[in-house]
């Protein structure tokens, strides 16, 4: 596995989670990264995304203010804090590493895929 995404789960409406996505065999300090999602029934979206130094980011509408992306390089890993959980955002979330480094972080080609990580938020 190249990307291993953790740290979802089963969390009330307003509570807060924090996702990991821990990159092993391919390098992706140099890329820029992204976190997806996909509620059942519905296509994948783009919940956010950060550039390959960590000092850009970029969100959906939807989750602006509430998400954080946020990257260590050092460990390989980038990680989503999530706060003031919504029932709708409910969904298996996706960490990606984006081919091409640019702004096009909704519609831009990802190489590489996380196997996803399930949370849920009750109402």
């Known amino acids: 596995v190249q990307l291993q995404a953790s740290g979802g789960g089963l969390v009330q409406a307003g509570g807060s989670l924090r996702l990991s996505c821990a990159a092993s065999r391919i390098v992706i300090s140099r890329f820029d990264m992204g976190w997806f999602r996909q509620a059942p029934g519905k296509e994948r979206e783009f919940v956010a995304g950060?550039?390959?130094?960590?000092?850009?980011?970029y969100y959906a509408d939807s989750v602006k203010g509430r998400f954080t992306i946020s990257r260590d390089n050092a460990k390989s890993t980038v990680y989503l804090q999530m706060n003031s959980l919504k029932a709708e955002d409910t969904g298996v979330y996706y960490c990606?590493?984006?081919?091409?480094?640019?702004?096009?972080?909704?519609?831009?080609?990802?190489?590489?895929w996380g196997q996803g990580t399930q949370v849920t938020v009750s109402s």
């Open positions: 950060i550039n390959l130094s960590g000092d850009n980011t």
């Open positions: 990606a590493r984006k081919m091409f480094n640019s702004n096009d972080y909704a519609t831009g080609y990802y190489d590489y």
